[in-house]
């Protein structure tokens, strides 16, 4: 049974009783705070989505068949291998389901997560299905970076912010891994309240360094440090992991800027430089993120 966190559930029985009283649309993009997040909320939908007890109750054929990885009206489609983009071709093959009759009375679903990670042939593929989508078939998009998707695909899905974890919820799921308090509440400053986003930073064994490279970007917002500084304090930092931190730290220094009634054009040049960097390293991962920093650094002066 996929794990099915506390903050996440409001939505998911949200979108299974609009599934058993036939409102559900056909294409839905759901928004989350973190990759991390999107994966797991992906891993989540279907157990809801097709249960036939529309709960996820772990019992039914639906279910079991989940737990198999066995039924035949589901497909994930997201990045595969060390790839960072999902491809046309995937696309391609969750669209030859979706035109298939579905084997159950619950449909089809179809999810891509994070949806943001579609290239462009990619997201040019599911337009036919969400001009015309098939009988009996349920598409989900989730993503934390929905900027990064075509307005040609946004605007043919009907939208779902999922909110996120409040601060005891977020506390409560490291707790749970066994985390200190403190630990804890380090790892969520760091992460953006974001506790999976928290948890992958643990993991990495690289905490104190990501803490020392957004004390860099605080203090070169601040005019304190430079973009020098910063590229070096990224050298032999998971890209990915890395770009995921400073976005959540733009975005927690924003949402306090933003608590004062003050308007930050610098904060908010470099919230938007580091999501179109992370999209640019989606696409190019083989890109020098230190070095592409460096470069940001010097664009919003």
Not at 189 to 213: H, K, M, Q
Request: glycine content about 4%.
């Amino acid at each position: 049974m996929a794990t099915i966190l506390s903050w996440h559930k409001p939505v998911l029985e949200e979108l299974a009783g609009r599934r058993q009283s036939e409102r559900l649309p056909h294409a839905m993009l759901l928004t989350v705070g973190s990759d991390p997040e999107a994966t797991a909320l992906a891993a989540a939908l279907p157990h809801f989505m097709l249960c036939d007890n529309h709960n996820a109750c772990g019992l039914c054929r639906a279910c079991r068949l989940l737990e198999q990885s066995a039924h035949s009206d589901y497909y994930l489609c997201q990045p595969e291998g060390s790839s960072k983009v999902i491809k046309v071709d995937q696309v391609r093959a969750l669209l030859n389901l979706g035109a298939k009759t579905a084997n159950y009375a619950a449909g089809k679903v179809l999810i891509l997560a994070p949806a943001s990670a579609l290239n462009r042939n990619a997201a040019n593929a599911l337009l036919k299905f969400l001009e015309e989508p098939p009988a009996n078939t349920y598409l989900f998009l989730v993503s934390s970076r929905t900027s990064q998707l075509p307005a040609t695909v946004m605007s043919r899905c009907q939208k779902r912010i999922v909110a996120r974890p409040d601060p005891n919820q977020a506390l409560e799921f490291l707790q749970n891994r066994g985390l200190t308090d403190q630990r804890a509440q380090t790892l969520l400053r760091l992460a953006s309240n974001e506790p999976l986003l928290a948890t992958e930073i643990e993991d990495s064994d690289a905490a104190d360094a990501l803490i020392g490279a957004v004390g860099i970007a605080e203090n070169l917002l601040a005019g304190e440090a430079t973009g020098r500084e910063l590229g070096q304090a990224a050298q032999g930092l998971d890209a990915q992991l890395l770009l995921m931190v400073l976005i959540a730290n733009a975005h927690q220094f924003a949402m306090a800027e933003a608590s004062k009634n003050t308007l930050n054009t610098r904060l908010l040049q470099w919230h938007k430089a580091l999501v179109e960097l992370h999209g640019t390293y989606h696409r190019s991962p083989n890109i020098n993120i230190p070095l592409a920093l460096e470069q940001l650094c010097v664009n919003i002066r």
